[in-house]
């Protein structure tokens, strides 16, 4: 019986690097959820707000006559918001967010007269529980994206 004291420690150290891969696959996991649910979250919003107040002149071309209407400004602040407040954990790099309309003759199930949101992001190479991941030869998405349809009401508003 005493020739076996050093069973556990064997044992324990032929498992702990299984333990850590298991925990960090979650924690990678739930950072990646954790990110796409809250650039969801922001992609409704801006859709929504698009989908509402329409196109406006953006703001460095107010003065030119023949400027056109567009989604910038919108697209501008919530560029702002997800750059600067530091709403992600950086597991993936925030590309850019763009705001257009889907035109009234659609196809491939994407609806008519609407407002599409589009956020890109992909892989940071510089986080280290995902080349961790990698290494050990688990695949990674290397970017993402997310759309966000919603249905605009005001038609062709377009507010100056």
């Known amino acids: 019986m005493k020739k076996q004291g050093g069973q556990d420690i064997v044992e324990f150290a032929l498992m702990i690097p299984l333990f850590l891969l298991f925990i960090f696959t979650i924690m990678y996991f739930g950072f990646l959820y954790g990110d796409y649910i809250t650039l969801s979250s922001l992609a409704r919003s801006a859709a929504r707000e698009a989908a509402i107040e329409g196109e406006s002149i953006p703001d460095e071309s107010k003065n030119d006559p023949n ?21 992600t954990t950086h597991l993936y790099e925030y590309q850019g967010i763009s705001i257009s309309k889907t035109g009234d003759k659609t196809s491939d199930g994407i609806p008519a007269n609407s407002v599409v949101v589009e956020i890109k992001t992909v892989r940071n190479k510089d986080f280290g529980v995902a080349n961790a991941l990698e290494e050990l030869g688990i695949k990674l998405l290397p970017q993402y994206t997310i759309e966000y349809y919603m249905y605009n009401e005001n038609g062709t508003k377009s507010n100056s």
């Open 67 to 87: 400027a056109q209407p567009s989604y910038q400004n919108l697209e501008d602040r919530y560029d702002a918001i997800i750059r600067e407040k530091g709403i």
